[in-house]
Each structure stands twice: as C-alpha cells, then as structure tokens.
C-alpha cells in the first residue's frame, strides 16, 4: 500500500510539473473595452502588460483593446484570460459567458484625484435655454456611444427613469458606436440636442485642448463631496478586473497580488493614467440598475432549468473539479506562506488606508519632508490652502516653493527657515510663518515642525500648519477697539493718553513745544434732549469729521466723552500757532450742520495748554486744557481760553 501511494503522489507532482511547464509557456491575454480610440486605449495600458511580466516573468502578457462585440466574442471563444470592462458589460459577461468574480477594482486619477467610482454625464450645448431639467428631453434626440455603455447610457437612462422619462419611448436615442469622442462630435455638430458619456471624458478632451468646456452645459448636475469630475448621475463602482473560469487560480492570484501593489509603481501608473486597482467593489447597484432598466443580462426571463445548466456544462464542471484537486494538491505547501503574507498585506494595507484617511479628513495642513526639504507627502488641506496640485508640490523643496519671502516680499533665506533649522538639530519648533499660494498671494500660518528622529539623527519631518488670517483681523479688529471711540472711530482716552506721553518725550529730548486743546460742545444736550440720541449720535459724528480736516495727519484728535474732544498738536513753533489751529475748529464747528430740511446749529468752548510753558507732564496737561475750557464757558462758551500760571 505504501508503495502504491509513493508511486501516486510522485505521479501526482510529475503532472502538476508538466502542467506548470505547459501554462508557464503560455502567453497571458487580456482584453481591455475601449471607450476612448483604440489606439490611444493601447498605449494607455501596455504598460500594465509590462508591470505584471515584471511581477510574474513566467509568462508574457499580451494587451488587447476592442469594443463591445469583439470582447464578447474573444470571451466566448476563450481567447481571453483575463477581461477589463466596466461594470454593467461585466455582469454581462458573468451571466452569458461565465466570467468569474471580479479579481479587483480600477482606481483612476483625474488631475490628481483618486476615484474608485464613476457614472454618467448628460450635455448640451450651452446656448441650448431649452433644455434645463432632464424632463426637457422628452421629444428630443440623444446620442449615445453604445446601449452596452454603462457611463455612456446606462446610468443616464436610469436617471431619466427616475424622473419619469423612459428610453427609448420618450426620447429618440442615436447610437454612434464607440469611442465616447464621437459623442462629444455629434452634440458640437448640433446634429442632436443632447449627449451622453462617461464621467471624466469632457475633462479630459478640454486637457487635451479638443473641446471648450463654456461650450457646454450639464443637466442634472450633481456635486458629491470628494468626487470633483462633471456628473450627472449616481455614482457606481469603477471598472473591474476579471478572470474567466479556465484561468489558473494561482496565475489569477499573483495578477491579483500585483494590481494591489500596482499604486506604489508611480512610473507605471502615471504611464497609465490611473491611481492603482483596490479590492473588488460590491455591484450590487449595477445589477438593481440593469434589472430595472430590464437591460441584458436581464432583459428576459430565462428558459432553461438547473439540470440544463448542469447537462450544459458537465464536462466543464468535471474538468474544473479534477484541475481544482491538482492545483490543492499543490497549492498546499504554498497555502500557509501565502495565508501569512496576506495576513500581513491585509494589515498593511488597514494600516495605510487609515493613515490617509486620517490625513485626508484633517482640516489642518500636513506635508512631509525629506532630509533635504523635499516634500514627500501632502494632505488635501495643505492643497487647498496654498492652490497647488500633488504632482506640483511632491519631490519640490518646499522653502522654494511657497516660504520663499517674508510678508514685506524681501527674501527669506533657507537656512532661517525653522523646518530646514529643525532638520539640522532634530528639534520641534512652533510659531508663526508666512506661506505664500500658487496665484502669488501669501497668508499667515501658526506651523508646527516634528522632526522624524531614527538612531538619533533626522531622517526628515512632519509640519502640521493652518491658516490665521481670521484670527490676525480678529486681533487687530480687537486693538482698534480697545484703543478708538466706537461711535467716531476717533482715539479714546487711552490711545490719546500713549500719544501724548510719546509726544512730550520726543518734545523733551528735541526741545520742542506741545500743544493740548479740551474741546467741550456748547448747546449740544438740548439737541440731543430734543431730537434723540440718532441725530446727537450723527452730529457727533460730523463734529469729528470737522476737527480732523482742522488738523496735520500727525496730530491727533480724540473722543474722551460724551460731547468732549481732545485735540493734541504733537509739535508747534509758538503759542500763535495753536490758537490759529483752535480758531479754526472753532470757526468750523461754528458753520450749520444741515440734516435733511433741518439745519443744527452748535459752537465749542476750547481750552488751551503748552508744553513747557503751562505743564510739564501729561496729567497736567489734560488737567490744565480741562481747566481753561471751564474758563472759556465761563467767559460765555463759544470762545478759546489760553491756560495762565497764577
């Protein structure tokens, strides 16, 4: 017995060697659905034929591009080993030609966003009033790339569905075959009213300078938070990647492995054009669309019983079972490597999608930068504030690109700059810095510098930042309160008090001459008791306006309270020039203040101090101006009172 068994299980491993020698000599086909030219479809993806033979160098891969009717028959034929289409054409093919489970799903980029889903867009030209809700194209023609299109008719017509507009009972459909450029064609032709493609194509056509995006216009647009592509429709899972049922599970396996890991080869996907693949998305949505719409798959009810599918594949069924007791019997010592590095892949990759999510979900700015000041990494907030892309500010030492200068514009050098400071000595910094955007305009920033420490040196570092431009107006609407009258917006009391000090010290050490004026309003309450505090509010108001245009930019006039003024002239030649100044805002006070059909009449009572002649410091000179106009009032109001010394 146990010869006989030796002798089996070395029969068993010869024929698992022969099978591997014979799928090793195998070239690998996929066949990719072109939505765009076939020839710009091709060169777009042959590097995918070249990162998997990388991956996997037992075999060649070989791309292929066709439309609806050619991959259909490729896969019908079993010409095909692996298919890329998009998801409606893949329920499709699971159903009638038995495509397997998808394997993963694409992960495009657009402009330096990642999307893993996509839908539909419905257009019109832009001068079109006619057309603004999707019940306008009743009656009208549409043109469509294919039926079979999921972004190029299906979900459109799914969306009309819902607001009562059925396809094609409501609606002439032009079919116009396939790529979705012919769409864009037909609709700037005004050879029909509206069209319909797939989400990212209209982008991409004004990229390539082929279509002007103002000539165009959106019906039933959608805005979805993080999906920044034209859109018209519900969002569904991006295009899938399957295998058909006679591939090798482990050849399907390591393709699978090397789509997962495809994101990390930057050169590879930006050849492409794509972000990467993920794990398979559920399409669920699909099907519920196309069994609502009644399309195939599910366009009629089927006509055959379980025993026929059984009779109709038997031998599939017994091949697929003997080729699956092979493959276990050699997959066996591979089973609990690959359990374990999937454990870890799976951990990994939780791990990562964490980490980004977090980072995306911040508010504040993060980056990252190299030993050098290169910045590694970005966050969208980070990109939002300062107006750049990704792919504008990765791999760029950032101090050159947006730290250059200082809020005056003189240049500020790399080696003040605390994020080049703390790569050099491994500390954290914080403070405040200016950050200067894309289109030139700069704002201020509260940054935080975490230097990545590894066997005791910086490896680079973390800056975590956010703008303060709210709070800098916040803070200087704050002093300008605390130091002006709210009523005039003239200086209170206490800025009054900080200038007066300044000026008597600059008088002190340049033997020079001040002058204070205390200005009191006559005959200002009976208008005030009279006509209500809104008119006493406004002609205080003018008042101020008056006394300013009497004065030099560099004096200062200020409310210190209800209908009292000081006037402070930080230098004068003589005590002639301060009364000529006092008689002038008398004078001015002295004219009418015409209000509507009413016109208010006031005067003032001033009293006038010296430096040094009357005080010699600012209590005296406030206490002496206060004392000379209660002189002036007492003189009759209406007059200017020089301070004596008895």
């Given at each position: 017995m146990r010869s006989i068994a030796r002798k089996l299980l070395i029969a068993t491993c010869i024929a698992g060697m022969l099978w591997t020698s014979f799928a090793v000599a195998q070239t690998v086909h996929i066949g990719i659905l072109a939505f765009r030219p076939k020839p710009e479809m091709l060169k777009q993806w042959l590097p995918l034929g070249k990162a998997l033979k990388l991956a996997v160098p037992q075999h060649d891969f070989k791309i292929s591009v066709y439309n609806y009717p050619e991959l259909e028959l490729e896969v019908a034929e079993k010409r095909l080993d692996f298919v890329l289409t998009n998801p409606a054409h893949f329920v499709l093919l699971s159903r009638r030609l038995g495509v397997a489970a998808p394997l993963a799903t694409l992960i495009v980029e657009d402009n330096g966003a990642a999307l893993s889903s996509f839908g539909g867009v419905i257009f019109t030209l832009a001068e079109r009033n006619d057309l603004?809700?999707?019940?306008?194209?009743?009656?009208?023609?549409?043109?469509?790339?294919?039926?079979?299109?999921?972004?190029?008719?299906?979900?459109?017509?799914?969306?009309?569905?819902?607001?009562?507009?059925?396809?094609?009972?409501?609606?002439?459909?032009?079919v116009v075959g396939m790529p979705h450029d012919n769409v864009v064609n037909a609709v700037l032709q005004g050879v029909v009213d509206a069209g319909f493609v797939r989400t990212g194509l209209l982008e991409t056509l004004a990229r390539e300078g082929r279509l002007d995006l103002s000539r165009v216009k959106i019906l039933n647009q959608q805005q979805v938070a993080d999906f920044p592509l034209l859109l018209s429709t519900r969002l569904y899972p991006e295009w899938t990647f399957a295998a058909l049922p006679h591939v090798d599970e482990n050849i399907s396996r390591r393709v699978a492995a090397t789509l997962f890991q495809l994101e990390d080869d930057k050169a590879t996907t930006r050849a492409i054009g794509i972000h990467g693949f993920a794990t398979p998305s559920d399409y669920a949505r699909v099907e519920e669309l196309q069994r609502e719409l009644r399309l195939p798959p599910f366009d009629s009810t089927p006509k055959f019983t379980l025993h026929d599918v059984w009779t109709r594949y038997y031998w599939q069924s017994v091949s697929a079972v003997s080729a699956g007791l092979v493959i276990m019997l050699l997959a066996i010592s591979l089973f609990l490597t690959n359990r374990s590095l999937n454990a870890k892949r799976h951990i990994l990759?939780?791990?990562?999608?964490?980490?980004?999510?977090?980072?995306?979900?911040?508010?504040?700015?993060?980056?990252?930068?190299?030993?050098?000041?290169?910045?590694?990494?970005?966050?969208?907030?980070?990109?939002?504030?300062?107006?750049?892309?990704?792919?504008?500010?990765?791999?760029?030492?950032?101090?050159?690109l947006f730290h250059h200068h200082r809020?005056?514009?003189?240049?500020?050098?790399?080696?003040?700059?605390?994020?080049?400071?703390s790569l050099v000595d491994g500390e954290t910094r914080s403070g405040e810095e200016w950050y200067w955007r894309k289109d030139g305009t700069g704002f201020p920033v509260a940054l935080t510098v975490s230097p990545n420490k590894v066997d005791g040196g910086s490896k680079g570092?973390?800056?975590?930042?956010?703008?303060?431009?709210?709070?800098?107006?916040?803070?200087?609407?704050?002093?300008?309160?605390?130091?002006?009258?709210?009523?005039?917006?003239?200086?209170?009391?206490?800025?009054?008090?900080?200038?007066?000090?300044?000026a008597l010290s600059y008088a002190k050490r340049d033997n020079q001459r001040v002058a204070l004026m205390?200005?009191?309003?006559?005959?200002?309450?009976?208008?005030?008791?009279?006509?209500?505090?809104?008119?006493?509010?406004?002609?205080?108001?003018?008042?101020?306006?008056?006394?300013?245009?009497?004065?030099?930019?560099?004096?200062?006039?200020?409310?210190?309270?209800?209908?009292?003024?000081?006037?402070?002239?930080?230098?004068?030649?003589?005590?002639?020039?301060?009364?000529?100044?006092?008689?002038?805002?008398?004078?001015?006070?002295?004219?009418?203040?015409?209000?509507?059909?009413?016109?208010?009449?006031?005067?003032?009572?001033?009293?006038?101090?010296?430096?040094?002649?009357?005080?010699?410091?600012?209590?005296?000179?406030?206490?002496?101006?206060?004392?000379?106009?209660?002189?002036?009032?007492?003189?009759?109001?209406?007059?200017?009172?020089v301070f004596e010394l008895k």
């Open positions: 603004q809700e999707l019940t306008d194209l009743k009656g009208k023609r549409v043109v469509t790339p294919d039926l079979g299109s999921f972004g190029g008719y299906q979900t459109q017509a799914y969306e009309l569905a819902m607001a009562g507009v059925k396809l094609p009972r409501d609606v002439a459909v032009q990759e939780h791990e990562t999608r964490l980490r980004h999510g977090l980072l995306d979900a911040l508010g504040e700015g993060v980056y990252g930068v190299d030993s050098g000041g290169h910045c590694t990494f970005i966050n969208p907030a980070a990109l939002r504030m300062l107006g750049f892309s990704a792919d504008e500010v990765i791999g760029i030492e950032q101090h050159a809020p005056d514009g003189s240049v500020y050098p790399g080696h003040d700059c605390p994020i080049y400071r570092a973390v800056v975590v930042f956010h703008d303060i431009t709210e709070r800098k107006h916040n803070d200087e609407r704050i002093r300008h309160m605390a130091q002006h009258d709210t009523l005039t917006d003239l200086p209170n009391r206490a800025m009054l008090t900080d200038r007066l000090q300044q205390f200005i009191d309003l006559d005959r200002f309450k009976p208008v005030n008791d009279t006509l209500g505090h809104v008119v006493g509010d406004w002609l205080l108001k003018q008042v101020a306006l008056r006394m300013r245009e009497c004065v030099r930019d560099s004096d200062t006039v200020a409310r210190v309270g209800g209908d009292e003024f000081v006037v402070l002239l930080r230098t004068i030649e003589s005590t002639a020039d301060a009364v000529m100044v006092a008689e002038k805002i008398r004078n001015a006070l002295n004219k009418p203040f015409d209000l509507a059909q009413q016109s208010l009449h006031i005067s003032c009572s001033i009293g006038l101090v010296l430096y040094p002649e009357h005080a010699k410091n600012e209590t005296e000179m406030l206490n002496f101006a206060d004392i000379a106009m209660y002189r002036a009032k007492q003189e009759g109001r209406d007059k200017l009172h």
